[in-house]
């Protein structure tokens, strides 16, 4: 099983500044790399699929990087709406589709 | 719109069973494959089980094989997750998705549409 992990876990920045999240794989997932934004309450939603592919409905402040075992989310010019928990997942070794434990980005 | 509704949580004992449905709309169900994904309270994500465009093949998580069944009915655009010999730690809120690839692709991906979820709660 590749087991997944986020860091940080608790990321506070304030809107207007950049963003940047990290999962890491304990072996490599190539790029079959997913980033999920869920927000309090709500279904989680695909942000980004392929490591770097955004998804629809998410604006290009949203951007994914990297392949092997270290993969970026980057947000830049944080606005209110993107606070939220982020997980990573992968999809090259199944089952399982491991996720990450999560990063919670707060004001 | 692609939509997807799970229905069936509830409060159930230890030891019960439980059935969980999702029905979906806006498209060609018959060609992607559906995850079952669950959240515990206050935790995060847990991949539960996946179900093929056809139904032919089926993979679950270490935690529920043997215990839970996945199945669909495609001329009634649903999934299902039978799940039997519930435990405490089966507590969670229940998410069906669809998998971003079709059957045809040969692969399985991330979920790219989501239900918003049904809690089932497994208490004496």
């Known amino acids: 099983e590749i087991l997944m992990t986020q860091s940080p876990a608790t990321l506070s920045v304030s809107p207007g500044e950049r963003a940047t999240l990290s999962c890491r794989a304990s072996q490599s997932v190539s790029t079959n790399l997913a980033w999920y934004q869920q927000r309090p309450g709500q279904a989680p939603r695909l942000l980004v699929y392929?490591?770097?592919t955004r998804a629809a409905g998410f604006p290009a402040r949203f951007s994914g990087s990297g392949s092997g075992t270290e993969f970026t989310l980057t947000i830049s010019s944080l606005q209110s709406e993107d606070f939220a928990v982020y997980y990573c997942?992968?999809?090259?070794?199944?089952?399982?589709?491991?996720f990450g434990q999560g990063t919670k980005l707060e004001i | 719109q692609v939509q997807l509704a799970e229905s069936g949580g509830g409060v159930v004992q230890p030891g019960r069973s439980l059935r969980l449905s999702c029905a979906t709309s806006?498209?060609?169900?018959?060609?992607?494959?559906m995850h079952w994904v669950r959240q515990a309270p206050g935790k995060g994500l847990e991949w539960v089980a996946i179900v093929s465009h056809d139904g032919r093949d089926k993979h679950y998580a270490d935690s529920v094989k043997g215990r839970f069944t996945t199945s669909r009915d495609n001329s009634g655009n649903t999934v299902y997750l039978q799940m039997n010999s519930l435990r405490a730690e089966d507590t969670a809120v229940y998410y069906c998705a669809r998998d971003i690839f079709t059957g045809s692709s040969g692969w399985y991906g991330p979920g790219d549409h989501w239900g918003q979820g049904t809690l089932v709660t497994v208490s004496s």
């Open positions: 806006g498209f060609a169900f018959s060609d992607y494959p």
């Open positions: 997942q992968q999809y090259h070794n199944w089952p399982p589709y491991t």
């Open positions: 392929g490591a770097s």
